[in-house]
């Protein structure tokens, strides 16, 4: 047959799966490493994976379904949907897909669709709401269905897009994190695609083709502040490759004691001890982003102003 413009060739095909498959195998190693850097899935968990229909979602259980049959620990999985009653939600969609990959899971029907729209008022960000009333009933079912992780599936572009929400309209350093307590501290939250990009859930979403729901809630609500984060976020990936990395790494290397947060560092016990410390003015010697010989020219640089301004004093004197 003669390949054309719609089909691929057999070098094109090989070429596609090789790097789908790559793709796969870097979506476990990101999530298997945030698992074992937290301790998040242990011998003889339940873990219930919350499936909205998103792409990100069904990625999460995908994974999560590789690595069980890799670990070397037992743990069960069990999917579970929240219906929201919203209009034109196909129902079946989500169960047909469960049954298809043999996948224990568990359907809850709650109107919150009706709460949300009554309280919130038209044209304002419904989000706040939803997410209070979805995790309440979240916790019951994890309750009822004996689940010991609820694990949801929130990726890296979420956790930074949060951190910026917090520091831009909240004034808090703060973000997602990859485990947690419940609100009601009975239950233990997972995100195990916390390293795992958005763009790589996107493409991983369309090589499987899973039967994405969109939510017309409020995926429809263009000017959400997390939608411009988002978007500045991406123009910084694009203009200065490697930004928005370092910043993810911020957020794992924190130093209390250069920050002003009284809570977190002692600065009123703080004395002079007489021995050097990692944590101290030397802190700010540090320049990841200059190559050594950008680090000695300005020192260079500094040493010459210093001795000039030092003349120049001198003259004044005499």
């Known amino acids: 047959m003669i390949a054309t413009a719609t089909t691929p060739s057999i070098k094109q095909a090989e070429k596609i799966a090789y790097e789908n498959n790559k793709l796969h ?11 074992g850097d937290f301790t998040m899935i242990e011998e ?18 995908d994974i999560l379904l590789t690595l069980r049959e890799r670990a070397p620990i037992d743990f069960d999985i069990v999917a579970v949907n929240l219906d929201q009653k919203q209009p034109n939600f196909p ?9 298809s990959m043999n996948v224990p899971f568990h359907i809850e029907n709650q109107d919150t669709y009706s709460i949300v729209k009554r ?28 689940a010991t992780k609820i694990a949801l599936g929130h990726h890296r572009d979420d956790i930074l897009e949060t951190f910026f929400l917090n520091m831009f309209f ?3 350093l703060k973000s997602m994190p990859a485990k947690l307590q419940s609100d009601d501290g009975k239950h233990i939250v997972i995100r195990p695609l916390a390293y795992v990009r958005e763009i790589d859930t996107e493409r991983y979403a369309a090589v499987k083709n899973f039967p994405i729901i969109p939510c017309d809630l409020c995926g429809s609500q263009e000017n959400l502040q997390r939608k411009q984060i988002k ?33 977190q560092f002692d600065f009123a016990g703080l004395k002079i001890t007489g021995e050097e410390t990692p944590d101290g003015d030397i802190a700010f010697d540090d320049e990841p982003c200059a190559s050594p010989h950008t680090n000695t020219l300005s020192i260079q640089t500094i040493q010459l102003h210093n001795q000039r301004t030092t003349k120049h004093s001198d003259v004044e004197n005499d």
Not at 119 to 146: F, H, N, Q
């Open 91 to 99: 129902a079946e969609v989500l169960p047909n897909y469960l049954r």
């Open 231 to 263: 978007n500045m976020l991406r123009e910084w990936d694009k203009k200065h490759p490697g930004r928005v990395e370092s910043i993810f790494s911020s957020l794992s290397t924190v130093v209390p004691s250069h920050l002003l947060d009284r809570s």
């Open 119 to 146: 309280v919130i008022p038209e044209g304002k960000t419904t989000c706040s709401l939803c997410s209070r009333l979805r995790r309440g009933i979240l916790y019951r079912v994890a309750d009822e269905l004996g």
């Open 170 to 172: 909240g004034g808090k």
């Open 44 to 61: 003889g968990d339940k873990v219930m994976v919350c499936l909205s229909g998103g792409k990100d979602s069904y990625a999460l259980l």
């Open 25 to 35: 195998k870097r979506l476990c190693r990101l999530v298997g490493e945030a698992i």
